[in-house]
């Protein structure tokens, strides 16, 4: 089974931007969708974003639309999370996610986290 191994969280100021790195285990170049989740203290896990390879597009949750950014090397089995323009609540362990099925929409493959700290 695929393993997820997310990394490149941090503490930084707002306005900052951090670029998130999730690797798989194995290869994962035609795995469909893949996602981000981050989940606050206090609240629960919420989705961020997917990455489609068969349509070759993306897609936002609202709260993060236009800062931003999901991308894949297919190559290398990684996904990347490009954050700009960080904001204090967008402090949270951010998750990488897939399906073990290649099925998109139910996500049972999720990394360990990489913890985002964004301060005033």
């Known amino acids: 089974q695929v393993q997820l191994v997310e990394s490149g969280g941090g503490s930084v100021q707002a306005g900052g931007s951090l670029r998130l790195s999730c690797v798989a285990s194995?290869?994962?170049?035609?795995?469909?969708?893949m996602g981000w989740f981050r989940q606050a203290p206090d609240k629960e896990r919420e989705w961020v974003a997917t990455?489609?390879?068969?349509?070759?597009?993306?897609d936002y949750a609202d709260s993060v639309k236009g800062r931003f950014a999901v991308s894949r090397d297919r190559a290398k089995n990684l996904l990347y999370l490009q954050i700009y323009s960080l904001k204090p609540e967008d402090t949270a362990m951010y998750y990488c996610?897939?399906?073990?099925?290649?099925?998109?929409?139910?996500?049972?493959?999720w990394g360990q986290g990489t913890q985002v700290t964004v301060s005033s």
């Open positions: 996610a897939t399906n073990r099925d290649g099925l998109c929409g139910e996500y049972n493959v």
């Open positions: 990455s489609y390879i068969r349509s070759g597009t993306t």
């Open positions: 194995t290869d994962i170049s035609n795995t469909n969708c």
